[in-house]
């Protein structure tokens, strides 16, 4: 069966410090692989996807990037964090267009 | 306007009430979800639909796709649905990202 593992699970950060969250999906092949975000009392956001080893996508300009070096690791990092990169991160992952998607159990980041 | 709008944002009900959360959207979708986020920030996939109604358990979700209207039921409601309950769609253009609404924060009393 398929799984996704991310971690850590929470993470406190001073301000300006770099940032490397991992996210690993087990038991399928070239997943479509997303990166969310919530602040504090707001929705969802989409941060990133990616439909292939080394093909993402941003959707809104930050301080964030995304990489997949390989076919079921996603990578979200950071030179330098800011306040407002404080909130909590979700992984996700679905089989292709309009799939379910399965989230990771997330990772609440705060920036001090 | 958000793209997905949920109401009510707050619910607060008693154990055993039937339980009903509204989500419509105004952008074309191919398909529609609803998610179940509990205290901890873990997210639950409850329901994936493009027409008619689905139910499991003593969930239950209907789409009207005419109206661009989706909305899930819980019958019976006990202390263990309270959670955050997310409708989020599918475009029809950019068909591997999801919209969210803002979430419906339920709370069921004993």
């Known amino acids: 069966s398929q799984t996704i593992h991310q971690w850590p699970a929470t993470l406190v950060q001073p301000v300006g410090s770099p940032l490397s969250l991992e996210c690993t999906v087990e038991?399928?092949?070239?997943?479509?692989l997303y990166w969310y975000r919530q602040a504090a009392g707001r929705g969802l956001q989409l941060l990133f996807y990616s439909v292939g080893i080394g093909q993402i996508s941003s959707e809104v300009p930050q301080n964030l990037s995304a990489s997949r070096p390989q076919d079921r690791q996603f990578i979200l990092s950071s030179k330098k964090l800011l306040l407002s990169d404080s909130g909590f991160y979700l992984c996700?992952?679905?089989?292709?267009?309009?799939?379910?998607?399965?989230f990771g159990d997330g990772t609440r980041l705060s920036i001090l | 306007k958000n793209e997905v709008e949920q109401s009510p944002q707050n619910l607060t009900a008693q154990e055993g009430e039937f339980i009903t959360i509204n989500c419509s959207y105004s952008?074309?979708?191919?398909?529609l979800h609803w998610l179940q986020q509990h205290p901890g920030g873990g997210i639950v996939s409850l329901f994936m639909l493009s027409s008619g109604k689905k139910k499991h358990g003593r969930l239950i979700a209907t789409i009207n796709i005419q109206e661009k209207h989706s909305s899930l039921h819980i019958t019976a409601s006990h202390p263990r649905d309270s959670a955050v309950y997310i409708c989020a769609v599918h475009l029809i253009q950019g068909a591997q990202k999801l919209v969210f609404g803002q979430g419906t924060r339920l709370t069921i009393n004993p």
């Open positions: 038991g399928t092949s070239n997943p479509n």
């Open positions: 952008v074309g979708i191919s398909a």
């Open positions: 996700a992952w679905n089989g292709g267009d309009s799939q379910p998607q399965h």
